[in-house]
């Protein structure tokens, strides 16, 4: 299956989650693609769309390689054997998280202004974006949302590999992915258009959301 674009995806994505019993639900997108996939599942759902910002900590040489990722709220997860196989220094690593951080909050500033994030507390969450690789970020959004107290964490994705929803189910109480190639080579692949998505265009969707 390919996906026309990320509107397309989230709409084939929406009709598997609507059978999914769940309790009040908030859509969090993860930026930037995730945005127009979640705004497709928050509006078959009738659910409020919000944003989790994650930002992936890439390999010093290799930056499409994720070492781990950072989250708001503190939340910091890393791949310690990856870090220690690659002999990647804690001052290497240092770096990177700084940086990630400083765009984390830029974003945090540009998507939300004053706005303070959807309560989650007690609610379910379903976590969407538009693919994963190694699901570091999705585990630092999933940390995110167990950290706001949410009753229950979905994560769901239109593409990843089966170890990575393998991976993921021990940390979320449900992981849905439409398709699980057994040989991924890149989440765009999944799509006939991946253009990617801008800052102007997330704020556009937030504002428009249900």
């Given at each position: 299956m390919r996906f026309a674009d990320r509107h397309d995806a989230g709409r084939r994505l929406a009709e598997r989650l609507r059978a999914l019993a769940t309790d009040e639900p908030v859509v969090l997108g993860l930026p930037r693609g995730g945005v127009p996939v979640a705004v497709e599942v928050a509006r078959a759902l009738a659910a409020p769309l919000d944003v989790i910002l994650v930002r992936k900590l890439g390999v010093p040489s290799r930056p499409e390689l994720a070492m781990g990722a950072i989250g708001e709220d503190g939340v910091r997860v890393v791949d310690a054997t990856l870090v220690e196989r690659l002999g990647i220094s804690e001052r290497a690593l240092a770096r990177v998280e700084a940086r990630e951080r400083t765009e984390l909050e830029r974003r945090a500033r540009r998507y939300r202004g004053e706005r303070t994030p959807i309560p989650i507390t007690g609610r379910d969450v379903v976590i969407v974006d538009d693919?994963?690789?190694?699901?570091?970020?999705?585990?630092?959004a999933i940390l995110v949302a167990r950290a706001r107290a949410a009753r229950r964490v979905v994560v769901a994705v239109p593409v990843a590999p089966p170890e990575t929803v393998v991976a993921l189910s021990d940390q979320a109480d449900e992981v849905?992915?439409?398709?699980?190639?057994?040989?991924?080579?890149?989440?765009?692949?999944?799509?006939?258009?991946?253009?990617?998505?801008?800052d102007e265009e997330v704020v556009a969707l937030l504002e428009g959301a249900p």
């Open positions: 693919g994963l690789a190694t699901g570091a970020t999705a585990r630092a849905i992915s439409l398709e699980t190639p057994s040989t991924m080579v890149a989440v765009g692949a999944a799509y006939v258009d991946f253009s990617p998505t801008s």
